[in-house]
């Protein structure tokens, strides 16, 4: 395992460490604080360096929202911690903004008001739940000062993840796209046609959509570091409740945060970081709680519904969860709000089941579809079969030290825990006060694996783990001299995940973090996720009627385009079929019917995927190269058709265009008209006229000037819902000039409208509307 270290990332973690060590010690000077306050300054000012300003303040502001709105069920008293008002108020946000997604209602102005408007009306309790905070932090770290160091000094370590920009293969592909659609669109389309998991559980992306809106940028890493911090933070309170040490809680938080799966949370929007503070939370409440209440009953119910509408998958967590409250609260349920309880629970997780089943059929989008049959995938079960290896006896040991066959990440990448401390959970097991919790998280930790052996399913059941393990560990206390040999040894445990961290992260591994260092964040996204950049180009150089085709099966990112790009990839069952064989045919015929199925204007190619058809399809569209990127080339193709001049007087000007070969559904229309004039005459009135199949006439007007040159460049976009019959353009003068206005060219171009065809939302809009309005 020593080859396994990678030398070059710890060297660079152990500067930063030592620069935060610095800057901790001038701190504690300055301001006679304890050095594991000063390290804490440290990193959270690197952190809003890099991870923003903006981002950070959203998610402050949606934390203290989630807590005005928690403290309405968690009652303020001091066995409620803040972390799990928060997380209480957050199941509710999540199931509320979950259920109106579709609606075009989602703006930054809305979310700005409305989450200061509760802070506001909310401001007592909010100040009632942290007003002790302060305190406990301060009692926390003076009762164990060293391990409070530590804790704070590998949290800090672990938290320069959040530090680096989006660029996760599923972030790019997927999870972007709902926070994309919110800031765009202002509604989520719900396009499964496009992205077969648009309706998979979304409530961890509704959180990252709901801090892009309030921040107007992305706030990935802001929010990660929320979602870590609740984790800790709720950890520490199921630690006391165990009866745990401050010192041990402190070194058991300095073990969770060195497990390198956890720095894995902090890059991505993946759900196993806040499905940890979930699952440690409801740990927290069975554990506290030997005779609950109907307000106990209430947070469990939402609790496990926020655990539900994180993934599917949860199942396995929430089963045995589940199972521990029954038997524990058996004898003392209040079963009159046991109904209002599940309720609360459907209405938290059940948005996107209930509209995956609606408008895709399959609530479980592609789970199961050989049962339920749904249009957007094959009709077969969906099962990833990549880390499908099997159990057998040494399957542990291998997942320790054999990483790499389970998970994307290099040997060691689950760190050293379930060796070091798997006798403590034997001897935990054995404890009545520990044993359900031991079991609990034991089930938590296997269950996944038996389905697929991939490592990363794991990191929230290690969560769970640490405070039952850590209760088999004789008692650590820096007081008592003699169990001095455990707390070092703990310490070096730590030690030892850390030198491995960056196995568990990519980034890491490979150096981005020391590159956004030393050459900033454009320099990283160059290097690591160039299509980025071309969708930044495309977002900043191109209207809305701008149309991408990604023509590359291995980078489908398409997801931060929202929703106005399609990919060749699986993720869309109708475009993957029709590519399939395009390279066959040599004379690009296939190419130009994706080209035309999609309404694509534009097309990024990897320079290694050119092929003869490719090559000929691109010019027979007239495509033209207008950037390139890294190893991707962003074409622009020119669609369009000469229109047919006429003359109604001196004075107007008319175009007609031939419409017979428009698309038979949704269309794009994209005009240009260039005129020559007198310049200083007084203005041109534009006139645009669209008529639809359904007889619905569409029309703008607008009022351009001649230039300096004589010339005068009016341009039209406009999506519609209908097959178009016909498209005209009229030119008039005020008044008869000595040079008459001429047309010097026109052109329109009238494509497919994909994206108006598949987005469910819009469809579901529009019944809703029909319902409502008969």
Not at 296 to 307: D, E, I, P, Q, V
Request: glycine letters at 8%.
């Amino acid at each position: 395992m020593w080859l396994k270290i990678p030398y070059s990332a710890d060297e660079f973690l152990v500067e930063l460490a030592l620069v935060a060590l610095a800057f901790a010690y001038a701190l504690r000077r300055l301001l006679r604080c304890r050095l594991a306050t000063g390290l804490a300054v440290s990193w959270i000012v690197a952190l809003v360096c890099y991870a923003g300003i903006a981002p950070l303040i959203s998610s402050l502001l949606i934390g203290s929202s989630a807590i005005g709105i928690g403290s309405l069920v968690v009652p303020h008293t001091s066995m409620r911690p803040a972390p799990f008002a928060l997380l209480v108020g957050l199941s509710v946000i999540t199931g509320l903004v979950g259920w109106t997604l579709p609606l075009p209602i989602h703006t930054h102005s809305a979310y700005l008001s409305i989450l200061i408007g509760i802070c506001v009306v909310r401001w007592h309790a909010i100040a009632a739940t942290m007003q002790s905070w302060p305190a406990s932090w301060v009692q926390a770290i003076d009762v164990a000062p060293g391990s409070a160091a530590l804790a704070v000094m590998a949290i800090g370590m672990v938290s320069t993840c959040a530090w680096t920009p989006t660029i996760h293969f599923d972030d790019l592909a997927y999870h972007l796209g709902l926070p994309y659609q919110l800031q765009t669109l202002g509604y989520y389309r719900m396009d499964a046609g496009s992205q077969l998991w648009a309706v998979a559980p979304w409530a961890g992306d509704v959180i990252q959509g709901i801090a892009q809106l309030v921040a107007k940028t992305e706030a990935r890493g802001a929010v990660d570091s929320m979602w870590l911090t609740l984790t800790l933070g709720m950890l520490w309170n199921l630690g006391e409740t165990l009866q745990l040490s401050p010192s041990a809680r402190w070194l058991m938080l300095a073990l969770y945060a060195s497990v390198p799966l956890t720095a894995d949370t902090l890059t991505g929007m993946q759900t196993e970081g806040p499905t940890a503070a979930v699952a440690v939370a409801l740990a927290w409440l069975i554990q506290r709680d030997l005779v609950p209440d109907r307000r106990s009953l209430m947070m469990a119910g939402l609790l496990g519904g926020l655990l539900l509408g994180l993934k599917a998958s949860n199942v396995l967590i929430a089963g045995p969860l589940g199972l521990w409250l029954l038997w524990r609260w058996q004898a003392h349920i209040p079963w009159r709000t046991v109904p209002i309880a599940m309720a609360a629970a459907i209405v938290v997780a059940g948005s996107s089941y209930s509209y995956g089943y609606v408008l895709a059929g399959n609530p479980v989008l592609p789970l199961f579809n050989g049962y339920f049959h749904s249009q957007y995938y094959l009709p077969i079960n969906f099962r990833d079969t990549t880390y499908e290896t099997g159990l057998h006896v040494w399957f542990l040991w291998d997942l320790i030290f054999h990483t790499s066959h389970y998970f994307e990440g290099a040997d060691g990448s689950l760190g050293f825990v379930p060796l070091a401390l798997g006798g403590s959970l034997l001897i935990a097991i054995t404890m009545p006060r520990v044993r359900p919790l031991a079991l609990v998280a034991s089930t938590a930790f296997v269950l996944p694996l038996t389905q697929i052996q991939y490592v990363r399913y794991v990191q929230p059941a290690m969560a769970l783990l640490l405070p039952a393990m850590f209760c088999g560990i004789p008692s650590i206390d820096l007081r008592q001299h003699e169990n001095r040999a455990v707390l070092t040894a703990v310490a070096l445990l730590v030690l030892s995940n850390l030198a491995f961290v960056a196995n568990g992260s990519w980034q890491l591994y490979g150096g981005v973090l020391k590159d956004l260092w030393a050459h900033g964040e454009l320099k990283v996204l160059n290097s690591y996720a160039p299509t980025r950049r071309i969708a930044a180009i495309i977002r900043e150089g191109y209207g809305a009627s701008a149309r991408t085709l990604l023509v590359d099966r291995r980078y489908p990112y398409a997801a931060e385009l929202a929703g106005t790009a399609f990919v060749t990839s699986w993720y869309d069952n109708e475009l993957v079929q029709m590519a399939w064989n395009a390279d066959v045919r040599t004379d690009g015929v296939q190419w130009a019917r994706v080209f035309d199925r999609t309404g694509a204007n534009l097309i990024v190619v990897h320079q290694d995927d050119y092929t003869s058809a490719l090559k000929t399809a691109l010019s027979q569209a007239r495509g033209v190269r207008v950037s390139t990127v890294g190893d991707f080339d962003l074409w622009a193709l020119h669609w369009y058709q000469m229109g047919v001049e006429s003359r109604a007087s001196p004075e107007t000007v008319a175009v007609t265009f031939d419409t017979s070969s428009a698309p038979p559904g949704a269309t794009l229309v994209s005009a240009d008209l260039n005129v020559r004039c007198k310049t200083g005459t007084t203005p041109i009135e534009i006139r645009w006229d669209v008529t639809q199949e359904d007889s619905v006439h569409k029309t703008r007007s607008e009022n351009i000037s001649c230039g300096l040159l004589g010339a005068a460049h009016s341009s039209f976009e406009e999506a519609v819902s209908a097959k178009v019959v016909g498209f005209t353009i009229t030119a008039t003068q005020s008044r008869l000039v000595a040079i008459p206005l001429q047309v010097d060219k026109a052109t329109v171009s009238l494509r497919s409208d994909l994206t108006a065809e598949r987005d469910l939302a819009w469809h579901w809009q529009r019944r809703l509307l029909g319902w409502v309005t008969p």
